[in-house]
């Protein structure tokens, strides 16, 4: 019902900004939670950030707080991830996904995209 596209990935070096942006098909998109979440080699993936259907509720992970901005265009049915000031740390696949609730789990979101590599270097 729902698909989802990534783009804005690449090869950075630590300190530079960048943004993500996933366009989504489908004819609810408005009614759907819309988060971020990444995976590293070796690693869990984990939630980054998520924007309620309207925007009006956000959500950061801690490690993220101040230098990610989560945003939204419903009538362009897109989602962005700005990245500013990032790390090595940062390194990892980031994946857009879709739920009905506010959720933070990443088994609880019902569409994902194909995800984005970003790499950040020293």
């Known amino acids: 019902q729902v698909q989802l596209v990534e783009s804005g990935g690449g090869l950075v070096q630590a300190g530079d900004s960048l943004r993500l942006s996933c366009a989504a098909s489908?004819?609810?998109?408005?009614?759907?939670?819309m988060s971020w979440f990444r995976q590293a080699p070796g690693k869990e993936r984990e939630f980054v950030a998520g924007?309620?259907?309207?925007?009006?509720?956000?959500w950061y992970l801690d490690s993220v707080k101040g230098r990610f901005t989560i945003s939204r265009d419903n009538a362009k049915k897109t989602v962005y991830l700005q990245m500013n000031s990032v790390k090595p740390e940062d390194t990892a696949v980031y994946y857009c996904?879709?739920?009905?609730?506010?959720?933070?789990?990443?088994?609880?979101?019902?569409?994902w995209g194909q995800g984005t590599q970003v790499t950040v270097s020293s």
């Open positions: 924007i309620s259907r309207s925007g009006g509720s956000i």
């Open positions: 996904a879709a739920a009905s609730g506010g959720y933070s789990e990443a088994r609880l979101y019902e569409y």
């Open positions: 489908g004819r609810t998109f408005s009614s759907y939670t």
